[in-house]
């Protein structure tokens, strides 16, 4: 665990079968649907005996993904499904389990090759998970939150938004940094402050609820909504926070089904981790 696998491969060719073996069962908490894994991985092509990309290369981040969702190839996928943190899998992947009918021409894996993977579960964060604390008040010309598992429920001021980003800690987080280029996992809930303007009960236009888990996305780097960057990277794991996000750092004058071009956006965030 924690470090690159050494992987020989037999002189005998592949069987064909999908194997997936738990050398090392670990301790921690079981992985289920919908939750989402952080895991670290050794690979290697069992016909070249090439050393594939893994995530110990060149300092390389982990995989981090959403339990049974097929946010992954399968073999990574079912491998991780019902192993405990610190459980050491070892995956042979026949191509249907691993880069399917075309392979993958960068990773040099051809259509027909089978795919050897040793995974480390390193963390599992469970789909129902919220950040805990004491969460404290903002002010009435804000919206106001309050938070169940996982949805939020927020109250919208009968006022006009700020125009500006709105960036505010509801509750502290005490752990890492959120820095640019992690994948933060995230429960969220979004309402469009227009549609919602002085009610109580704001409708959610999308929460991680409605998703059954956490996102998980990279924060920083220009692959979510430049609000969720600018609002997002500095925060602590383990925080809370609302977001309200003007129509230039939100979807602009784009119109989306359920949310008007220029729309101000507000979004109530847990930051379950950041790897």
């Known amino acids: 665990m924690g470090r690159k696998a050494d992987i ?12 997936i073996n738990t050398l090392t069962k670990g ?10 894994v952080v895991v670290h991985y050794t690979a290697k ?3 070249s005996g090439k050393s594939l990309p893994g995530t110990y290369d060149n300092a390389g981040a982990p995989k981090v993904f959403s339990v049974g969702r097929g946010a992954v190839i399968p073999a990574l996928d079912r491998a991780v499904q019902g192993q405990r943190v610190g459980s050491l899998v070892l995956v042979v992947a026949p191509p249907a389990a691993a880069y399917g009918t075309t392979g993958n021409p960068g990773l040099g894996v051809s259509a027909t090759d089978t795919v050897v993977f040793v995974v480390d579960v390193a963390k599992v964060i469970a789909a129902d998970s919220v950040v805990t604390g004491r969460q404290r008040a903002v002010p ?13 429920t927020i109250a919208v001021p009968d006022t006009a938004p700020p125009k500006g980003l709105v960036s505010r800690t509801l ?3 005490s752990g890492a940094t959120v820095k640019a280029g992690q994948t933060v996992v995230l429960q969220y809930s979004l ?16 929460s991680t609820e409605s998703q059954r888990g956490p996102a998980s996305v990279v924060i920083g780097s220009g692959n979510a909504l430049e609000g969720w960057d600018k609002g997002l990277v500095g925060t602590t794991v383990g925080s809370r926070a609302l977001l309200v996000v003007p129509p230039d750092l939100g979807y ?9 071009a220029d729309s101000t956006l507000v979004f109530v965030f847990d930051v379950l981790a950041a790897a």
Do not use: C, H, M, Y
């Open 252 to 260: 602009g004058t784009q119109a989306l089904k359920g949310i008007p």
């Open 171 to 173: 509750i502290d987080g």
């Open 191 to 206: 309402a469009v402050w227009k549609a919602n303007r002085g009610k109580d009960k704001a409708e959610l236009f999308d």
């Open 27 to 36: 301790r921690g908490r079981t992985a289920e649907e919908n939750d989402v």
């Open 45 to 47: 092509s069992w016909k």
């Open 8 to 19: 020989t491969l037999p002189k005998a060719n592949p069987s064909g079968r999908f194997v």
């Open 140 to 152: 009435e010309n804000l919206p106001q939150v309050q938070v169940g598992r996982p949805a939020a």
